[in-house]
């Protein structure tokens, strides 16, 4: 089970963090991606930790604003998002894959990000 947090309003320039909690699904051997689908727009993998070897991925589209985390420890993944700006406006999800890029074997329900003024 995966399970997202930390979403809300901000205004843009404004910072989030999300927090995607895992339990029941081995996750040491997963690697954590981070998806987001806005309104009419195809679903984007914005960041990915593998916790194996904890190599990270991020889409061009936020690399140098968001920073993706793992605490192995407590089962947690944290997308720290600075600088946020109204096209990230999007649900955010977390999945579970046994690889960056293999395809989901879990995935949470998301978080609301909405970035306006």
């Known amino acids: 089970q995966l399970v997202e947090s930390g979403g809300g309003l901000v205004q843009p320039g404004g910072t989030l963090n999300l927090s995607c909690a895992a339990s029941?699904?081995?996750?040491?051997?997963?690697?954590i991606s981070w998806f987001r689908q806005g309104s009419g727009k195809e679903r984007e993998r914005v960041s990915c930790?593998?916790?194996?070897?904890?190599?990270?991925y991020y889409a061009d589209s936020v690399k140098g604003r968001f920073t993706i985390t793992s605490d192995n420890s407590n089962q947690m993944v944290f997308l720290q998002m600075n600088g946020l700006q109204p096209e990230d406006t999007a649900l955010y999800y977390c999945?579970?894959?046994?690889?960056?890029?293999?395809?989901?074997?879990?995935w949470g329900e998301g978080t609301l990000v909405t970035v306006s003024s």
């Open positions: 930790i593998n916790n194996k070897d904890r190599s990270t």
């Open positions: 029941g699904i081995g996750f040491d051997v997963y690697a």
């Open positions: 999945a579970a894959e046994g690889r960056c890029g293999g395809g989901m074997d879990y």
